[in-house]
């Protein structure tokens, strides 16, 4: 069955890509991420296959590239600046994590595809990109606006409680997943006590008084 147009009417490759990929994703549960899943979903919309193939060059790679972006995006979208404006860092992180989740809640068997793919060998540097990347939404949209060391510093940490709490989530059979947001829960705070940690280490840097000035002060007192 074809569904109502969600494309305009002379759509650009980024466009069907952007359309397909949950259509995609949707099929992988059963198909994996390869042709069959592509070509249905190009059927539902509408779409040339051949056109289709076009906008997934890298095949099976692309197609989980292109439904990590359109989660992405599909979080930006229910979490703008105002809403999370009133909640706390740890909050704000948590909330999208857990908004993750929810949208992955029927969709585990097509995370279990993805991530199978994406762990093989020839795959693992594209992995490690795609989560940096969510990690890196994720912080933009808490408001992060480090330049330093912690701008990676920050992503690491998250990308790593991120890919543990997936692992969690995919063979959790706890009534609304509790037992993965517990356990996302544990290793936030533990984030957030390192982020603490850090700050601290960081003023006490500051207010130290330097051997090297006091030295210089004895050598040259009229300084």
Do not use: C
């Not at 793919?117 to 408001?143: C, E, I, S």
């Not at 840097?205 to 007192?221: D, E, I, N």
């Amino acid at each position: 069955m074809i569904m109502a147009s969600i494309l305009p009417a002379d759509p650009t490759l980024d466009e069907i890509r952007a359309a397909l990929a949950p259509l995609i994703a949707e099929n992988a549960a059963f198909d994996g991420f390869g042709d069959a899943a592509l070509a249905d979903a190009a059927a539902r919309v509408g779409v040339d296959p051949d056109v289709a193939r076009l906008a997934f060059p890298g095949g099976g790679r692309d197609m989980v590239d292109a439904w990590f972006t359109w989660i992405d995006a599909d979080m930006a979208a229910r979490w703008p600046a105002e809403r999370l404006a009133s909640l706390k860092i740890r909050e704000r992180i948590t909330a999208l994590v857990e908004d993750r989740l929810n949208t992955l809640a029927h969709r585990r068997e097509s995370l279990r595809r993805a991530l199978a793919l994406l762990a093989l060998p020839t795959n693992v540097p594209f992995a490690a990109k795609l989560g940096w990347r969510a990690a890196d939404a994720m912080w933009r949209l808490a408001g992060d606006t480090a330049t330093d060391y912690n701008h990676y510093s920050k992503r690491a940490i998250l990308g790593a409680v991120y890919a543990s709490t997936m692992a969690v989530f995919l063979d959790d059979e706890s009534e609304n997943f509790t037992a993965t947001r517990a356990f996302l829960s544990r290793r936030i705070d533990a984030v957030m006590r390192f982020e603490s940690w850090k700050h601290r280490r960081a003023a006490r840097r500051v207010q130290r008084p330097s051997l090297a000035r006091f030295v210089g002060r004895l050598r040259y007192r009229g300084s």
